[in-house]
């Protein structure tokens, strides 16, 4: 079955860096795209990062545009989150979500996601 | 961005009672449009794709509508493991995908 396990979260103080992993199975991360979303304490949902299916397109949210950096391994069917330059705002909790579209485009949606891992960012 | 705007923030409701859920986007997103339900201290879950379309495993009692800017998520008799928040998110004009705030369907 499909299970997506992220790690890597923890304390980190403003202006350094952390990353995130989330380790697949049940599927192969080569055929379906990948995205970040997070969400604050208490708060709602924020899309952060998309991987296509193939690594040809990387996307991001203008809020962690040049901070974040979305990867992957296919050998370890993992994909990554790249977090530099950290800021109090980007405290959250962290889920890796599987786009559904099949060896395509990204449709956009998430069909199956991880448990989330928490980032804190405090001095 | 699109923008999109749930209401009510929270809906208290018995169990039993319909539930009726709204969303409205800034601009059309078509059918572009899915629904998650969330439980406290556990990841979304996806319920509509869409606008209608039921995800896999996903009770007959949920249900999508609407098309353009306005939309609703409707649950037909509320099961207690139903209390929770839900989110609509939009996959018209991306990136950015967008998700709307939330309304949380507490036991009255």
Known sequence: QVQLVESGGGVVQPGRSLRLSCAASGFTISNYGM?????APGKGLEWVAVIWYDGSNKYYADSVKGRF?????ISKNTVYLQMNSLRAEDTAVYYCARDPTYFYDSSGFFDFWGQGTLVTVSS | EIVLTQSPATLSLSPG???TLSCKASQSVSSYLAWYQQKPGQAPRLLIYDAS?????IPARFSGSGSGTDFTLTIRSLEPEDFA?????????WPPLTFGGGTKVEIK
């Open chain 1, 35 to 39: 995205h970040w979303v997070r969400q």
């Open chain 1, 69 to 73: 950096t979305v990867s992957r391994d």
């Open chain 2, 17 to 19: 009672e319909r539930a």
């Open chain 2, 53 to 57: 379309n039921r995800a896999t495993g």
């Open chain 2, 85 to 93: 928040v839900y989110y609509c998110q939009q996959r018209s004009n």
